[in-house]
């Protein structure tokens, strides 16, 4: 399975409500757009730990920028916007989840600061 959908279905799942399973690139998409219109900070928050433990353990032993969980910290964050770092992805898996946090780091970013909407 491609990386970077297996990452984006493991950060969907990670926020959807119990008994919710995509079964679609379709539902995929409609699960994770609810999860950040209902809760913006809190996907966002999931999106980055998500990812920066994905970005860890794939690039951990071989890049030499990442030595502790920090370093893909910042990584991660860094992806969000302006990609300001000295670190690099070196893995497949690596690069994956930072052109996953660049496609959708920015928008996610902007919705921060967004009211969760109740219903």
Do not use: H
Not at 64 to 73: Q, T, Y
Not at 78 to 99: M, N, Q
């Amino acid at each position: 399975m491609d990386p970077a959908l297996l990452a984006t279905a493991a950060l969907a799942l990670a926020s959807a409500p119990r008994g919710t399973f995509p079964t679609t690139i379709d539902e995929l998409g409609t699960l994770v757009r609810g999860q950040v219109e209902s809760d913006p900070m809190r996907a966002t928050l999931t999106t980055v730990l998500a990812a920066s433990v994905i970005f860890y353990r794939a690039e951990r032993g071989v890049n030499p920028k990442v030595e502790r969980f920090e370093d893909a910290l910042v990584f991660c964050t860094t992806c969000l916007s302006v990609g300001y770092s000295d670190i690099f992805a070196r893995t497949p898996t690596g690069k994956a989840v930072a052109s996953f946090l660049m496609t959708f780091g920015p928008s996610l970013s902007a919705k921060l600061l967004d009211a969760p909407q109740r219903r």
